[in-house]
């Protein structure tokens, strides 16, 4: 049985380029049928669940957790219960607990199916109530990842951070053609501007609408270094075309 079979409002190829070969392998091995319904056996619970298309795309994120940022099993929690005042009916669809303090929130995850795009507030909140650093909301096709810096700013970053990395080691690194073009696919040159901000070289007025991504390489102005060359990134969006470069060589 195949994910893709259970999931039908998502390609194949987009589950693959979102959480990668290992972490669907591993769920697809841990489908099976009862009763004639669909079970996914849950990572963290060590159970089996209903494998709604919600639930999938929550067991695809767990292994996403554990195989790719390599968080420890120990670590990761799941339907964590959320308090604002008396009511603690409310639950978290993951949690990442913090490595120094296990009983404090470091990452929350809120998971949708893939036709859902609500959440995002609901997410928001969840980190207020909890304090927890970094928010992560996903519905099998999209990834945002924020990081909250304080109560009521929260500030989209790149990526998040694996098990051995700080958040400052993520939230302060260029942003990779790879999240460039996820962000193209999402539909976001705000963000894409955002992130481009800080390495601006020029911008042209375009009658251009589809938003489009690319690299070159330009050859440096540095005197000193006639030969060396720059990577770039261009993107169209709106009515703009922004060329900018990075201060580290994109992943390809």
Not at 91 to 114: G, L, S, W
Not at 222 to 241: H, K
């Amino acid at each position: 049985m195949q994910i893709a079979d259970l999931i039908t409002t998502v390609s194949d190829t987009s589950l693959h380029e979102l959480f990668g070969k290992k972490a669907i392998t591993a769920v697809e091995k841990s489908l099976l049928v009862r009763n004639g319904k669909n079970y996914v056996t849950c990572l963290v619970r060590n159970k089996e669940v209903i494998a709604k298309p919600e639930e999938l795309v929550r067991q695809l994120w767990l292994q996403r957790l554990h195989v790719f940022y390599k968080y420890p099993l120990a670590r990761l929690a799941v339907e964590y219960p959320i308090t604002f005042g008396r009511d603690s009916s409310k639950r978290a669809d993951i949690v990442v607990m913090d490595a120094d303090r296990p009983t404090v929130p470091y990452i929350v995850v809120e998971v949708k199916q893939p036709k859902y795009k609500d959440g995002r507030e609901q997410l928001r909140s969840y980190c207020h109530a909890t304090g927890a650093p970094l928010a992560v909301w996903g519905n099998g096709t999209q990834t945002i990842t924020w990081h909250r810096k304080n109560p009521n700013y929260f500030v989209e970053i790149p990526d998040l951070p694996d098990s051995s990395q700080t958040i400052d080691d993520v939230a302060g690194k260029p942003w990779t053609i790879d999240t460039l073009l996820e962000l193209e696919k999402s539909a976001k040159p705000k963000t894409l501007a955002r992130a481009a901000s800080s390495s601006l070289l020029r911008t042209w007025k375009t009658k251009c609408s589809p938003m489009r991504v690319w690299t070159c390489l330009k050859k440096s102005s540095n005197s000193s270094s006639p030969s060396s060359t720059t990577r770039c990134i261009a993107f169209v969006g709106g009515t703009n075309i922004c060329v900018f470069a990075t201060a580290t060589p994109l992943r390809n």
